[in-house]
């Protein structure tokens, strides 16, 4: 597995369990954030078929793209421009930013709906 970052930007928000900084709540998250200098087009990390394209609780709008034995989950999108059953090529663009973060989450088929893994060692250099 190779992915593409969805936009240039540093990773600001990491993948796994945290202490939220005002309730003091542990959570977690099962992908990562980049931040970019403002708004500006997600892209597709991989080449893939659209399963999903529109609002995604908590992460305004996403794409989820099937890539054959895994899943990515790319939101924080202000509206999708793909659709369900679009074919994406690497790089493809699936989106203006609704702010200036981009979430990606990467799924891999070990169950039913998948199983979150921290998508870092994955990502190609830039």
Do not use: C
Request: proline letters at 7%; aromatic letters at 6%; a positive charge.
């Amino acid at each position: 597995t190779d992915l593409g970052r969805p936009i240039n930007g540093a990773v600001v928000r990491s993948f796994g369990t945290f202490v939220h900084e005002d309730t003091g709540a542990r959570l977690r998250r099962n992908g990562i954030e980049f931040e970019a200098a403002g708004p500006t087009t997600a892209r597709a990390p991989a080449a893939g078929t659209v399963r999903y394209a529109g609002p995604i609780r908590g992460l305004d709008h996403g794409v989820i793209i099937d890539h054959g034995s895994y899943d990515t989950v790319i939101a924080k999108l202000s509206a999708p421009l793909v659709r369900a059953g679009d074919t994406v090529a690497a790089n493809a663009e699936l989106g203006r930013t609704a702010r200036a973060r981009v979430y990606l989450e990467l799924r891999v088929r070990l169950s039913p709906e998948g199983t979150p893994i921290d998508p870092i060692p994955y990502l190609r250099a830039r």
